[in-house]
């Protein structure tokens, strides 16, 4: 059974940092691209971060310069580090864990509550 589960979401102010984690079982973490998404209030899920297999990263526009995604092998753990927040980084924060060999895999996290005040 695939779990990912994500924990270090809180409130924050503005201009704070946060580490998020995704602690997976079930898989291995560097088999598969490793995602962030984020669904703010209202709004519809969105891309934060990835990091393939081979350790490529991409960013949403709103966060390069400020988020980093990393992958801690022997702890099967994805983190995501978030500095400078801003109230509009507000949101459930998601992990994700997906990979195309010979069918589609692809698991979600419960989410985590970032919520950052001004």
């Known amino acids: 059974q695939v779990q990912l589960v994500e924990s270090g979401g809180a409130l924050v102010q503005s201009g704070g940092s946060l580490r998020l984690s995704c602690a997976a079982s079930?898989?291995?973490?560097?088999?598969?691209?490793m995602g962030w998404y984020r669904q703010p209030p209202g709004k519809q899920r969105e891309l934060v971060a990835t990091?393939?297999?081979?350790?490529?990263?991409n960013y949403g526009d709103s966060v390069k310069g400020r988020f980093t995604i990393s992958r801690e092998n022997a702890k099967n753990t994805v983190y995501l580090q978030m500095n400078d927040l801003k109230p509009e980084d507000t949101a459930v924060y998601y992990c994700n864990a997906d990979r195309y060999l010979l069918r589609r895999e692809n698991y979600w996290g419960q989410g985590t509550q970032v919520t950052v005040s001004s």
């Open positions: 990091i393939t297999s081979g350790s490529r990263t």
């Open positions: 079930g898989i291995i973490c560097s088999t598969y691209t």
